[in-house]
């Protein structure tokens, strides 16, 4: 059985700080642009359909288009955050199962 050092502790904390700001980072942008990406078309039926413009008032708008940016952020953080923790594990695995080839 092997013991665990401080150097790879602090390593693997190293790492999953990093982790964690590229995740955020990615899920901002990708906030950014859902909100863009809302924004337009709800903006724009206020102003031309009679249905929306009856029934979608600021408040409804700005809860369209503010839960259209958290879903982002958060899909495109959580996808980030298991696509390195995959890389990650499969880089610590042992030789043997790296080895993906049937022959």
Same mark, same amino acid.
């Given at each position: 059985?092997? &013991?665990?050092?401080?150097? @790879?502790?602090?390593?693997?904390?190293?790492?999953?700080?990093?982790?964690?700001?590229?995740?955020?980072?990615?899920?901002?942008?990708?906030?950014?642009?859902?909100?863009?990406?809302?924004?337009?078309? &709800?903006?724009?039926?206020?102003?031309? =359909? /009679?249905?929306?413009?009856? @029934?979608?008032? /600021?408040?409804?708008?700005?809860? %369209?288009?503010?839960?259209?940016?958290?879903?982002?952020?958060?899909?495109?953080?959580?996808? &980030? %955050?298991?696509?390195?923790?995959?890389? @990650?594990?499969?880089?610590?695995?042992?030789?043997? =199962?790296?080895?993906?080839?049937? @022959?």
């Amino acid at each position: 059985m092997s &013991t665990v050092t401080r150097a @790879h502790l602090d390593q693997r904390l190293a790492a999953a700080k990093r982790c964690s700001k590229e995740a955020a980072m990615a899920g901002a942008k990708a906030a950014a642009v859902a909100t863009v990406a809302a924004a337009v078309p &709800t903006l724009a039926s206020v102003r031309m =359909l /009679p249905w929306a413009k009856a @029934h979608l008032n /600021p408040t409804g708008q700005a809860l %369209i288009i503010s839960t259209v940016a958290g879903m982002a952020y958060f899909i495109v953080a959580d996808k &980030t %955050i298991l696509s390195m923790a995959r890389k @990650h594990s499969f880089d610590d695995a042992p030789e043997h =199962l790296k080895n993906t080839s049937f @022959h």
